[in-house]
């Protein structure tokens, strides 16, 4: 039965856990679907979010449409981030076309509303802005008390060195924008038949102490169990890293990157273009782990996600 329990204890991956000592402790629940909202912006523009009011650690999906006239760039801020659109292709020239973005919202970000602001460039150089707000709903996620070897929550001062340069690294990693979007169309599931991932967001005290939230979704599998590529990207990271084992990730673009950790082996390397379905590498039990399972995470322009959340909303896009 070691295959169900088994999960990784990632501590000092994420950023540091802030302090939420008040935090009730929910039990682990579905995401409540919420109603997409849409704003008229004039001009013929709309703007529509996939959902007003996401919770923590959730992925919405943003969507400008011109009724009549093409957009030729859109410029957005969210939460001081750029938030980069892109342009689905055109049936032709004369169509306006439908520019989308996706934003994420850190499992951490503090629950309250921020405004999202757009500027429109229109062919003739007019700019049109458009505003909507994002209301950030505190999640709900479990919290368990676990108890570990004690070198997994106190690492020596050579380890901790280690794994704090390795945070250092990733850190730099999810904060480069590369321009150009990888992926095209819907995610798929890293493993074949294995989508029961679960525990994302969930909060973890070790030992009695708070540690950082689960910033990813764990699949329980068997070791050397294949682990494919969702979508197209690139490898930007392929090695051991401390806490979490043999690390691939991978940049999808436009801020997107997709993370696998606790691999047995690595088949890719860094540099590499993999297209979706590619073997990124096989199940196994490295770093702090409790037995093989594979760690999935995503991060959207630096904020954690549930990268389940990209399997949903891309595969609801109606060309
Ligand atoms: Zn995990």
């Avoid at 509303?113 to 950030?136: F, G, M, N, R």
């Avoid at 479990?142 to 997994?152: D, G, R």
């Avoid at 994302?200 to 050397?224: E, M, Q, T, W, Y």
């Avoid at 594979?294 to 109606?318: C, E, F, K, M, Y």
Wanted: aromatic share 6%; net charge neutral.
């Amino acid at each position: 039965m070691r295959l169900t329990i088994a999960i990784c204890v990632l501590l000092l991956t994420g950023t540091p856990a802030i302090a939420q000592k008040s935090r009730p402790h929910h039990r682990a629940a579905a995401p409540i679907a919420t109603p997409p909202s849409t704003h008229d912006c004039g001009h013929n523009l709309t703007l529509h979010l996939s959902s007003p009011d996401p919770s923590q650690g959730s992925l919405l999906l943003l969507e400008l449409r011109s009724a009549n006239q093409p957009i030729t760039e859109i410029k957005a801020t969210w939460d001081s981030r750029e938030i980069p659109f892109w342009q689905e292709p055109r049936a032709d020239e004369k169509s306006p076309g439908v520019w989308r973005a996706l934003l994420g919202v850190d499992l951490e970000l503090k629950p309250e509303t921020y405004p999202l602001a757009l500027a429109a460039k229109t062919e003739s150089a007019e700019e049109i802005p458009c505003s909507a707000t994002i209301d950030v709903k505190e999640g709900t996620f479990a919290t368990e008390s676990l108890k570990v070897a004690p070198n997994f929550v106190e690492p020596n001062p050579e380890q901790l060195a280690r794994a704090e340069a390795e945070r250092q690294r990733l850190r730099a990693i999810f904060a480069t924008l590369t321009p150009e979007r990888l992926w095209d169309g819907r995610f798929h599931y890293p493993l074949t038949g294995v989508t029961t991932g679960g525990n994302f967001g969930k909060r973890r005290i070790l030992n009695g102490k708070p540690g950082s939230p689960h910033s990813g979704v764990d699949f329980p599998a068997p070791s050397g169990t294949p682990v494919y590529a969702p979508q197209r990207g690139r490898v930007v990271l392929a090695e051991p890293l401390y806490f979490s084992g043999n690390t691939v990730i991978l940049d999808h673009g436009l801020g997107l990157y997709t993370f696998y950790a606790h691999f047995e082996s690595i088949s890719v390397q860094p540099g590499d273009l993999v297209d979706t379905g590619a073997l990124l590498g096989k199940v196994g039990a490295t770093g702090r782990v409790t037995g093989p399972h594979l760690h999935w995470a995503a991060t959207v322009n630096r904020a954690r996600t549930n990268p389940l959340q990209l399997i949903s909303l891309l595969g609801t896009i109606d060309q």
